[in-house]
């Protein structure tokens, strides 16, 4: 049976069974109606439909991207919406909500497993749902019951589709400078003014209605992030029995062209131009979410949910990229074996050269580490939710924030290179339209951008995560470590090698966060902020290599020796790296601190 190029569901099931246990949670009471076999049915059901109905138009949408047409209506290629109709129809959608809102209840980190097929089928059709799916979450958690009935239930059943409105033109990631106005109406709504850009799903024909979530500012709220406010703003207003009304004050004015993820639209959006609602008013109607100036801490919800989904996009896109690679480099044939002198002899795959097995081993390496990072922030996910204590959920929430930033930039980083040397593989090939490769780089190259730069999350590891209550985060994934570390001992040959080297670099890294801190200089601890995320990734994701290594055990069988093989290039190629970025933190070096502007 052919290998599938889109993702691997070896691979998966190592992950969920062998290694996070998750047969076992049919036993919490959250997830009782299921069991694995419910599991795996949802998981095949989703590389069914990845792979017949998402992946043959994943080059579709990246050629006939989004247009507008003259009445100013976003235009798609019918096969999107088609895609996103058998989506829904699977009840995919709803898999994580609470049953009394038609959902099925079924454990985050198996939703994650399936999502990562449609994102590597099609990440360009699939944002569409998946963006959906945090907006009804944010709702969910920080709406009124009106809101949720009214906004969220028709995301959740696939009928709406949902967005995140932050940026502005002149703000960017900066959100404290947003000057998107709400002014309070009489009946309790708002009314909205201002313009919002790169807003992805901003505009479309695809479902009945878009829900926006948008941050704006009552005109007495204070400078900064602390006066920002989280307003809900449909597309089309809608009516108390449920019905669409009129079109809300909401106005497409461009879309933005970009260099890969093209299938999703990425748009500007002006509120207030006027004609739009009752009586001509300008301002869009929106609603407020929570409270006056808590928009932020609401719309983190959902921010943070997006920064892990956007790892498992990089993560998926590389996976994805890998797989055609492995595939190529099996079937090409080109030169001989090194020590192979006569010319006549045919020429050997790819596959035969070492540097080509290098560049394989290296994006299996990536691309199975940032895997075994999702899957596991999604058991942390259900931790938070069902752990037996309260206890055990605090400090799985705590984790899982150190870790979300890791695990939106790792992957972004070392899945993006994991791209660049599949199309390494292609050689010349690689480089033309001809070969799906090419694609998969342009689409993961905006990865390292949007949810928070690469820089954004360094800053939110090393300048809040780290330090928060006194540095527990860090603590605890310590101690999540050094277990790991215990057991490779125990189980001795090369577990046990790496194991001392995953000690020392741990030891290096507490030591490095001590020293940058030390001095209570914030602004000298976070110049080299990414370093430290990148340090701090590297180790962590040696340490999932190292816990996958355990998980196989003396296992036999080509999977389980790629296994081993990807753990011990790991911890021979890239850990490593780790001890001369350290060792530059702990410097304290002010290159770029000092750094004259005007000299660049």
């Known amino acids: 049976m052919a290998r599938s190029t889109v993702m691997s569901a070896r691979d998966i099931e190592f992950l969920l069974y062998e290694w996070l246990d998750t047969a076992s949670l049919p036993e919490r009471e959250r997830y009782a109606e299921h069991d694995r076999e419910t599991f795996d049915g949802v998981l095949a059901l989703a590389e069914q439909l990845a792979t017949d109905v998402f992946a043959p138009i994943n080059r579709l949408v990246d050629t006939d991207e989004p247009r507008m047409d003259a009445e100013g209506r976003v235009v798609l290629p019918a096969e999107v919406e088609k895609a996103l109709a058998a989506y829904s129809a699977s009840g995919l959608p709803s898999s994580v909500f609470d049953a009394e809102l038609g959902g099925m209840q079924l454990p985050f980190v198996v939703h994650a497993a399936c999502s990562a097929w449609f994102q590597a089928a099609c990440v360009g059709a699939f944002a569409y749902p998946f963006l959906a799916e945090g907006n009804a979450n944010l709702l969910v958690s920080h709406g009124s019951p009106e809101q949720v009935a009214t906004y969220a239930v028709p995301v959740i059943e696939g009928r709406w589709y949902g967005t995140m409105a932050l940026s502005e033109p002149q703000a960017g990631s900066s959100l404290g400078d947003i000057t998107t106005r709400a002014v309070r109406q009489d009946d309790g709504s708002y009314r909205l003014s ?20 948008m941050l704006a500012r009552t005109p007495d709220a204070p400078a900064g992030t602390k006066g920002i406010s989280l307003f809900v703003v449909p597309k089309h207003l809608v009516d108390e029995d449920g019905s669409l009304g009129e079109r ?11 260099m890969g993820y093209r299938g999703t639209t990425n748009t500007l959006l002006n509120l207030g131009e006027g004609g739009h609602t009752p009586g001509g008013e300008a301002g869009a109607v929106g609603f407020l979410v929570g409270e006056e100036g808590q928009g932020l801490q609401a719309m983190f919800h959902m921010m943070n949910e997006a920064r892990v989904s956007v790892g498992a996009g ?198 490095t966060t ?63 790296k780790v001890g001369p970025q350290l060792d530059l933190l702990a410097s304290l070096d002010r290159t770029t601190l000092d750094l004259d502007p005007a000299v660049l």
């Open 194 to 213: 201002g313009t919002k850009m790169w807003i992805s799903g901003g505009d479309h024909e695809l479902g009945e209605n878009i829900v926006h979530l």
């Open 248 to 258: 809300n004050d909401v106005v497409l004015v461009g879309l933005n062209h970009k």
């Open 314 to 511: 990089a993560m998926a896109l590389g996976y994805t990229g890998y797989l055609h690679a492995l595939a190529y480099a099996h079937e090409r044939t080109q030169g001989r074996a090194l020590g192979q002198k006569d010319a006549s002899t045919p020429p050997v795959p790819l596959t035969a050269h070492p540097d080509v097995r290098r560049m394989l081993l290296a994006q299996k390496s990536y691309v199975e580490g940032a895997l075994a990072l999702v899957l596991y922030c999604g058991r942390l996910v259900d931790e938070v939710t069902t752990g037996a204590t309260e206890q055990e959920r605090d400090e799985a929430d705590t984790l899982l924030g150190v870790l979300t930033p890791i695990a939106k930039s790792w992957p972004s980083q070392w899945c993006l290179a994991a791209n660049d040397l599949a199309i390494q593989v292609h050689g010349g090939y690689g480089y033309t339209r001809d070969y799906a490769v090419e694609q998969h780089y342009r689409d993961n190259r905006l990865n390292p951008i949007h949810e928070g730069t690469h820089g954004i999350q360094a800053l939110d590891l090393l300048g809040r995560k780290v330090v928060l209550g006194g540095g527990r985060g860090l603590g605890l994934l310590a101690a999540r470590v050094q277990r790991t570390i215990e057991r490779a001992d125990a189980a001795g040959g090369d577990a046990a090698t790496y194991a001392v080297e995953l000690r020392g670099r741990l030891d290096d890294l507490l030591r």
């Open 514 to 576: 001590a020293t940058l801190w030390e001095g209570g200089d914030p602004e000298l601890a976070l110049a080299n902020a990414s370093v430290y995320l990148e340090a701090t990734g590297h180790l962590v994701v040696a340490w999932l290599w190292l816990e996958q290594l355990l998980a196989a055990g003396e296992a036999e069988g080509t999977f389980y020796d790629g296994k081993r093989a990807a753990a011990r290039y790991f911890f021979r190629f890239e850990l490593p």
